[in-house]
């Protein structure tokens, strides 16, 4: 995939894969990028050093999901990529408390569910308006 002048959404921005894409991203010359993961301060952090757009955004919140793709839309239209990083791993037996259990599949699967909910619209819009 060429990332030279695209205008990307990462969440889990901060740590692991995430952090891996942010720096493949900005040396591969995106135009813009929108950093996103729970970790307010390390989004900051990340921000700041490359001049992105960033923000706290907890993935299992379908409106907070909305908000960063709103967000993006506006600051950089249209937003060609959406890497939908975030995911977690947790270890257990059939006493995991379903907490947990729930925990990992709203982060694991419902918020990748959220991401192509929000970035969808836009990206029919874009395809629409290039017609």
Known sequence: MKI???IGIITGATSGIGKGLVKRFAAEGAKGLVLADINGDGVKTATNSLGATGMACDVRNEDQVQFLVATAER???PV???CSNVGIL???DENQ???EILDSFQINTVAHIY???AAHRGWR???AAAC
């Open 125 to 127: 819009s874009a395809v």
């Open 4 to 6: 030279k002048d695209k």
């Open 90 to 92: 947790r270890l257990g």
């Open 97 to 99: 408390p379903d907490e």
């Open 80 to 82: 060609d990529i959406f």
């Open 115 to 117: 991401a192509a909910r």
């Open 75 to 77: 600051v950089y239209w």
